[in-house]
């Protein structure tokens, strides 16, 4: 059965760069068993209304200023899958979750850095889906909960974004220089209470982690966020691995966590 994973997809550079984080998953994707297609829920898609993609060609969507050239010309043009639209349609209706068909909505940074690295091919259908850092952690879960069965049919479910993402905080001038406590700290907790699948306390993380708000900024959630609907699609077998962790620029942590 296909694992779900919660993957950093840290700054748009890292699109350009050959470093630590991007040979590990480049190796992912070569040692991954093949899927069928990729369902992939994206920090920088946000939607008070579950979203679905259904298109044909995905267009490659460049949704940050200020970088060098040449990343604007990357282009992912993944194809989409009607039938796991569809599918995710079922699943939703019989779950009794909101949600609506977008057509027309290109694949944004947070999908096609990581997609790129992990299957540069652009060979495998993807159905791209937005999240809601309004909804509480529980209701999160639950809809990656209601897609448990996509697995099974040799489904990739992914959440793109990052444990500790503040770009208030960060230093690009630092790179991989010293790292932060409080980084540290945070995802030690998340480490721990992930590893023992303890969903009250990790659903009340802004309360109960150290330096939640260093590491979550309330402006940020979305990028911490992905990981409870990656964790909701493993709900059948509640087991949290650690694959990969490193930083950049103080504190940007680059996680990759498999569930099921």
């Known amino acids: 059965m296909m694992p779900s994973f919660f993957i950093a997809h840290g700054a748009p550079l890292l699109a350009m760069e050959d470093n630590e984080y991007t040979q590990f998953l480049t190796e992912l994707g070569r040692t991954l068993v093949r899927p069928k297609a990729i369902v992939l829920l994206s920090a920088h898609w946000e939607s008070p209304v579950q979203k679905v993609s259904d298109v044909d060609v995905y267009s490659t969507i460049y949704d940050f200023g200020g970088f060098p050239e ?29 949600y609506e068909i977008e057509k027309r909505r290109g694949l944004d940074h947070g999908a096609w850095v990581i997609l790129r690295m992990l299957y540069p091919e652009a060979d495998i259908p993807v159905v791209a889906m937005s999240v809601n850092s309004r909804l509480t952690p529980e209701e999160q879960y639950k809809i990656g909960k209601a897609l448990v069965e996509l697995r099974e049919n040799d489904i990739l479910i992914i959440g793109s974004g990052g444990t500790v993402h503040n770009l208030g905080a960060v230093n690009m001038a630092a790179d991989y220089g010293a790292v932060d406590d409080w980084a540290v700290d ?15 306390t990790l659903f009340h993380y802004d309360t109960l982690a150290p330096t939640a708000r260093l590491a979550v900024p309330p402006y940020g959630k979305e990028h911490f966020i992905p990981i409870f609907y990656a964790m909701g699609a493993a709900d059948d077998k509640r087991t949290a691995e650690l694959l990969h962790r490193s930083y950049r620029y103080g504190n940007l942590s680059h996680s990759v966590w498999q569930f099921g």
């Open 70 to 98: 040449a990343l604007y010309q990357i282009q992912y043009p993944a194809r989409g899958d009607k039938h796991v639209a569809k599918e995710i349609q079922g699943l939703f209706t019989k779950h009794r979750i909101p």
């Open 186 to 200: 945070f995802d030690e907790w998340v480490a721990r209470h992930l590893q023992s699948w303890e969903l009250d």
